[in-house]
């Protein structure tokens, strides 16, 4: 390829877990290398420019510095892909969203709460325009690859929108309801290859909702297998807070 | 000699999570020498509040993703202590082959990728791929194997699947566990004594720097101690982890969106530097040696010497993990149900050792086993007030060099802490009680 496409990274409110899952991928890292100019990742190098082909962001939108930054991400920028559950939903961040946030802060700080600006947490979707999104908490490995590969090729990447039990179906893993335990699978976008129920772990959520998910008939099977109404709920909140809720501005 | 300096590094590269260096010197008084946290803070207690304790570990684990492991061993810890949950050997012993595979992972992230760059005078590790192939393919198939033993036994090496308060979803295969022996033996073992080669050639290139400082870490009777033991300082000796409040004393500050801790001095230092000066006898031979070649000596003061402390470190888990495996084969492993069922509601504490440092969780749930108190003290944390007292006696020390010399030696000396920011304002010390 004559013109390798540059290529920045960068974070916001996260844990880096999804920057963290790009530098595991040992065995294709050069080769994707090789493919890319990495021009800007202030976790692994020193260099900032001005301008770039494609910009990964991980992490959600929690601060006014943060709303300036994802604006001149965006103006730097021709395509713009969200990585994982802070930059796609808000992620579990967005979690405190629903508290007060005073009360939020004044818990934590006491009387220094004004120290340290911070707003609601927010998806990047909420602030400009995301071309492309990798869901997954830490972002999907495979559905990374998968975009990568299809943006460096210049194809459009295609994206399931079913529920997370078809997958598990299709690997014929034994469903976690039969040990007694609860899952969010039948309500939870595919794409991660039912990751967690193949470990013997349910679902929690991470990749945020179906289009059209049930709500109610999920929280009735939660309840039905022995969840408080309350509880129900908040399993359901953890990754989709902002769009159960509403984002809150 | 310049006597005023005026030194702002804005978004501190290659460390986790965004930090400022602030330095300020007017006519040779030193005004201000401190790292600024600034990372925005996440408000974990009010994703907390009120959850299952089957929800505990999944979320902490979300403080930090390149901690992730020993958010979650520390979390389980804690949920085990307050819930009054028996574990088993195997778990035990499956909990600390993770352990010792997130250490591996991490201190090689660490010395290769982020501290290396600085010894070779580059910016990053990517043009080191042109000039070293070797070393880097070698740096990322360490880092693959290590990452193996998380993916294998967790499911996946950044937060982990499979660990659950009383053991785990699934058990690996005696063919799984095997091969990973087999790597290790192969591949880790001669990779490790290459990187302690390419370390020595590196290691003059490592500030001379020294201060006296509290050192604290785990330490147990029975081996070097990462996944458990008592708390031990180098100024006081060791106390059960039931203390920590005393040896920590988290307070506010207001230059950093992080708290900072002290224990018998203005501040302590901890991480693999501290573990070594207080474990350096449980080190298998292999680490010993590696120590010896690469001039890391116990009681050693400086702080610079972290990332060679890391290395050492990374050979004693390559092979201890050898002797971990090879005694689960032994004792033929046991498809076991996690055990869920508590016997009692109340305050738990879990300690353990993660790759930056001592990391404590501290939770109280009520009768329906949800969390109604959570407390977590991190690593990075507690070495802020030591790296700031560190550049309270480097810049006047160094003050004869240049303003980009001074920037360059505390921009390394914040990377050898190997600093772990996302961690650090994760922001959980609340009670929920209302
Ligand atoms: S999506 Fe999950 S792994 Fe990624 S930054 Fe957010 S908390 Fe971390
Ligand atoms: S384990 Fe979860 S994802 Fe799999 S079939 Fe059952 S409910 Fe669906």
Not at chain 1, 49 to 68: H, K, N, R
Not at chain 2, 307 to 318: K, L, R
């Amino acid at each position: 390829m004559a013109n390798k496409p540059r290529v920045a990274i960068f974070d916001f409110t996260g844990c880096e877990g999804c920057e963290l899952n790009k530098l595991n991928f040992e065995n294709e890292l050069l080769d994707i290398l090789a493919h890319v100019d990495i021009v800007e990742w202030r976790e692994a190098m020193d260099d900032r420019v001005d301008e770039y082909d494609i910009a990964f962001v991980e992490g959600s939108l929690s601060t006014p510095d943060c709303i300036e930054r994802i604006h001149e991400v965006r103006r730097k920028c021709k395509v713009l892909v969200s990585l994982g559950s802070c930059a796609t939903l808000g992620g579990i961040n967005a979690m405190k969203n629903i508290q007060p946030i005073e009360e939020v802060r004044e818990e934590v700080y006491g009387e220094d709460k004004y120290l340290f600006p911070t707003l609601p947490a927010l998806p990047l979707s909420a602030v400009v325009k995301v071309d492309y999104e990798v869901r997954g908490c830490p972002m999907t490995q495979i559905e990374f690859l998968k975009l990568f590969t299809a943006l460096v090729r210049g194809q459009e990447p295609v994206k399931p929108d079913y529920a997370v039990c078809i997958e598990c179906k299709l690997k014929e893993n034994e469903c976690v309801y039969e040990k007694g335990m609860i899952c969010l699978g039948p309500v939870t976008m595919a794409g991660c290859d039912a990751h967690c129920p193949s470990f013997g772990q349910y679902c929690t959520g991470c990749r945020g909702l179906v289009t059209d998910a049930n709500i109610a008939g999920m929280e009735e099977i939660l309840v039905k297998h022995g969840l408080s109404v309350d509880e129900a709920r908040k399993r359901l909140q953890l990754y989709n807070v902002n769009q159960l809720e509403g984002v809150q501005k | 000699m310049s006597t005023n300096l005026d030194i702002k590094v804005k978004h501190l590269t290659r460390v986790e999570g965004h930090g400022n260096i602030v330095v300020n010197m007017k006519e040779g008084v030193l005004e201000k020498a401190q790292l600024e946290i600034v990372e925005a803070p996440r408000y974990f207690e009010a994703m907390l509040k009120g959850r299952s304790f089957h929800e505990a570990a999944i979320v902490t684990s979300r403080i930090c993703g390149i901690c992730s492991l020993g958010h979650q061993i520390a979390s389980l810890k804690a949920t085990e202590d307050a819930l009054g949950l028996e574990v088993s050997w195997q778990t035990i012993q499956l909990r600390k082959l993770l352990t010792h595979g997130a250490t591996l992972q991490s201190n090689i992230l660490h010395a290769y990728f982020l501290a290396a760059p600085d010894f070779l005078n580059v910016g990053s590790v990517f043009p080191l791929i042109g000039t070293h192939p070797e070393v880097v393919v070698r740096a990322l198939r360490m880092k693959r194997l290590a990452n193996d033993m998380g993916d294998v036994i967790g499911g996946r090496a950044v937060h982990p699947i499979t660990c659950v308060p009383g053991g785990f979803t699934r058990i690996p295969t005696a063919e799984e566990l095997l091969e990973l022996k087999r790597k290790l033996v192969e591949e880790m073992v001669p990779d490790f004594l290459a990187t302690v080669d390419t370390m020595a050639a590196l290691a003059g290139a490592i500030p001379q720097f020294e201060r006296e400082t509290e050192f604290i870490s785990l330490r147990s009777d029975d081996e070097y101690a990462l996944y458990d033991g008592d708390i031990c300082s180098t100024d006081t000796g060791t106390v059960d982890d039931h203390e920590y409040r005393k040896m920590t004393n988290e307070h506010v500050v207001t230059h950093s969106s992080s708290k900072h801790c002290k224990a018998n001095r203005s501040s302590y230092m901890v991480g693999a530097l501290a573990r070594f000066n207080n474990n350096h006898d449980k080190l298998c031979d292999a680490a010993k040696d590696a120590a010896e070649k690469l001039g890391l000596k116990p009681g050693c003061c400086n702080p610079y010497m972290n990332t060679i402390a890391q290395v050492v470190e990374a050979g004693h888990c390559a092979l201890d993990s050898v002797a971990i495996i090879d005694q689960l084969l032994e004792a033929g492993l046991k498809d076991e149900q996690p055990n869920q069922e508590p016997t009692r509601f109340g305050t738990g504490i879990g300690a353990t050792e993660v790759p930056r440092g001592i990391l404590y969780h501290e939770y109280t749930y009520d009768r329906q086993g949800r969390m109604v108190k959570a407390n977590c003290i991190i690593p990075t944390g507690q070495n802020l007030a030591n790296i700031d007292d560190d550049m309270k006696k480097l810049v006047p020390e160094f003050i004869e060099k240049s303003k980009e010399e001074i920037t360059l030696m505390l921009e390394m000396l914040v990377r050898a802490y190997d600093p772990c920011i996302s961690c650090s304002v994760h922001m959980l010390d609340v009670d929920f009680i209302e």
